[in-house]
């Protein structure tokens, strides 16, 4: 198995170069929406906005926990443990946890849907490949966009050199999508030092979060 030790982070400021180009309505690397979904998105912003003018804004998102993909694009640390079987990812977001089957089963034939559905995984070489399904319609694919509740995702995860991380994520949704969508981040290695993250106790409006990103030499 290759060297995953240690945790993973994106950058402060990748992530928050990503937000600012996610909130451009003509960004090439957003979501195709199918036009249902479109006006979706468009009437969950607006109501969004209303909220934030209202003093709300901050705590609207504190009562679902997050899901698939957005669990994994948050600029805090990630954790791989390789145990017989299974590879299993910690999160600082939310104090996630992902189960990621990699003893050759297949997906569950009548599953449970959840935020974080079933992960069904196998290496290709030093790649794992990630397979996920039974998302629950409750969980959004990206702010503001719901899932149908048939998404499907596929990860593919290497490390391109000793401290960086590449996750390849294409999303499928034939009923939100009109076209899957593609996106790759980068993660960089730093110490494994979570903090406990929880909305609730960011209901003061202080963005300012830690940076664990590992400092230059």
């Given at each position: 198995l290759p060297d995953w030790s240690g945790a993973?982070?994106?950058?402060?400021?990748?992530f928050a170069a990503e937000n600012e180009r996610q909130?451009?309505?003509?960004?090439?690397?957003?979501?195709?929406?199918?036009?249902?979904y479109a006006r979706l998105?468009?009437?969950n912003v607006a109501?969004?906005?209303?909220?934030?003018?209202?003093?709300?804004?901050?705590?609207?998102?504190?009562?679902?926990?997050?899901?698939?993909p957005g669990i994994m694009r948050w600029a805090?640390?990630?954790?791989?443990?390789?145990?017989?079987?299974?590879?299993?990812i910690l999160l600082e977001q939310a104090s996630t946890i992902r189960?990621?089957?990699?003893?050759?089963?297949?997906?569950?034939?009548?599953?449970?849907?959840?935020?974080?559905?079933?992960?069904?995984?196998?290496?290709?070489?030093?790649?794992?490949?990630v397979h996920t399904t039974a998302l629950s319609a409750d969980t959004p694919l990206r702010p503001g966009v719901p899932s149908s509740g048939k998404a499907q995702i596929t990860e593919r995860i290497h490390r391109t050199d000793a401290n960086h991380?590449?996750?390849?994520?294409?999303?499928?949704?034939?009923?939100?999508?009109?076209?899957?969508?593609?996106?790759?981040?980068?993660y960089e290695r730093t110490d494994p030092v979570f903090f406990e993250r929880e909305c609730e106790a960011n209901r003061d409006g202080n963005d300012q979060e830690p940076d664990l990103t590992p400092p230059v030499n």
């Open positions: 993973w982070v994106i950058p402060w400021a990748a909130r451009n309505p003509n960004y090439p690397g957003a979501p195709l929406l199918t036009p249902e998105r468009d009437a109501n969004l906005a209303q909220q934030q003018s209202n003093g709300n804004g901050r705590v609207q998102g504190c009562g679902n926990p997050y899901g698939m805090f640390a990630i954790e791989f443990l390789f145990t017989p079987g299974r590879v299993t189960r990621v089957y990699t003893d050759g089963r297949a997906h569950t034939a009548d599953p449970d849907p959840s935020y974080i559905g079933e992960s069904i995984g196998r290496w290709d070489g030093d790649t794992l490949v991380l590449q996750i390849d994520t294409v999303v499928e949704d034939s009923i939100a999508l009109s076209a899957p969508w593609r996106y790759s981040r980068i």
